[in-house]
């Protein structure tokens, strides 16, 4: 091997053992080295056993000098021979996190649960003059801009806007479970998710839109805010307070 080769693999075989070094450094060297190791290997004649010795040394300091730079980088530093989703344009769909999952039989809680959350157990409580209709949701109060996500995989059949009055639904939409026949209703959000019109199909857990009080929910009061979530099998309002997730930090209360 030529002296320069032999620098790069020193150079190389010193990373190993160096706390950190720059990473289009080292990079560089590899690069050189293993065009020298080529080079090495496809000189004419039989190789000697020190030059198969020095280009076998040559890889597998190399490769492992490679390898350890990989693991130390950030996720954001590691690419696909696509490349990055933001080298190609692409920004990644909000989702909720991948281990997040919901049992059989259950809903998906559809608000973000963070500090402010708590679930009323209010299905079926009077409401209108003299109790002149029933309450068909349940309410989901939770942090201002706080994330709603869709329960189920279908379609956004029904988009709310909010009037400004107090009364109504406010800014909202209507989730149908075309495959199951059960129909998901979301009130008093605070905005839609950019992007999302009606017809469009979301997944379990897209972002469709924020924790808000419009609507009935109460435009004159900055503190009341929460989702008016409704679960409608047949299109026929049962309590979805049984069947819900229940997230560790949210206070549900009941009875």
């Known amino acids: ?32 080295l293993l065009n020298d190791i080529a080079a090495v290997a496809s000189q004419p004649g039989q190789m000697s056993r020190r030059r198969l010795l020095a280009a076998g040394l040559g890889a597998a300091v190399g490769l492992m000098a490679v ?7 950030p996720n954001d530093r590691i690419m696909t021979a696509a490349g990055s989703p933001q080298a190609n344009g692409l920004a990644p769909a909000e989702r909720i996190s991948s281990s997040t999952t919901v049992p059989n039989g259950q809903i998906m809680f559809p608000v973000d649960a963070q500090e402010s ?44 806007v909010d009037s400004g009055l107090t009364y109504g639904a406010g800014n909202g939409w ?36 924020t924790v808000g009080n419009t609507g009935t929910s109460g435009a004159n009061d900055d503190s009341n805010y929460h989702l008016h979530f409704e679960y409608r099998p ?7 307070l049984p069947l819900l997730v229940r997230p560790d930090n949210c206070t549900f209360y009941v009875g």
């Open 174 to 209: 209507t989730l149908e479970d075309e495959e199951n026949n059960i129909t998901y209703k979301y009130f008093h959000m605070a905005t839609h998710a950019k992007g999302l019109a009606v017809g469009d199909i979301v997944t379990q857990g897209d972002v469709i839109g």
């Open 234 to 240: 047949n299109n026929v309002a049962q309590d979805p």
């Open 67 to 73: 390898e350890r730079v990989v693991a130390a980088l």
């Open 117 to 160: 959350c708590w679930v009323s157990d209010n299905f079926g409580d009077c409401r209108g003059s003299g109790c002149s209709r029933s309450h068909e949701g349940l309410d989901i109060s939770g942090s201002r801009g706080a994330d709603l996500y869709a329960v189920v995989t279908g379609r956004l059949t029904k988009q709310y």
């Open 1 to 32: 091997m030529s002296y320069n080769s032999l620098k790069r693999l020193r150079v190389a075989a010193e990373y190993l053992w160096a706390p950190s070094t720059g990473f289009e450094h080292l990079m560089t060297d590899s690069h050189h």
